[in-house]
């Protein structure tokens, strides 16, 4: 089974940048599209981004939308999120997983441990 090993995460000042990635394991990422969803503390996750296996199309959540970027490289079974202008708000754990089709995105895989992204005023 696919694992998921997500990282880049830290703390950064609002209006700063990381970019997060996850790696996965085994042979059909490719097949996979990708997705990065957050979870704040006392809140529920949520969707940040996704991916189609192609790369050719991709959907990022309204609130960061124009900060966020979405990419994958699957020669390396990598999917990326590029944060710009971060924000307090952005402050979570970011998680990436996938699914078997785009449209609807449903992560099936279990959920690794996330990188931790704090945002300071």
């Known amino acids: 089974q696919v694992q998921l090993v997500e990282s880049g995460g830290g703390l950064v000042q609002a209006g700063g940048s990381l970019r997060l990635s996850c790696v996965a394991s085994g042979r059909a990422f490719s097949n996979y599209a990708m997705g990065w969803f957050r979870q704040a503390p006392g809140k529920e996750r949520e969707f940040v981004a996704s991916?189609?296996?192609?790369?050719?199309?991709?959907d990022i959540n309204n609130a960061v939308v124009g900060r966020f970027t979405i990419s994958r490289d699957n020669a390396k079974n990598t999917v990326y999120l590029q944060m710009d202008s971060l924000k307090p708000e952005d402050t979570a754990v970011y998680y990436c997983?996938?699914?078997?089709?785009?449209?609807?995105?449903?992560?099936?895989?279990?959920w690794g441990q996330g990188t931790q992204v704090t945002v300071s005023s």
């Open positions: 991916i189609n296996s192609r790369a050719d199309i991709n």
């Open positions: 997983n996938a699914a078997r089709i785009y449209d609807p995105f449903e992560p099936f895989l279990p």
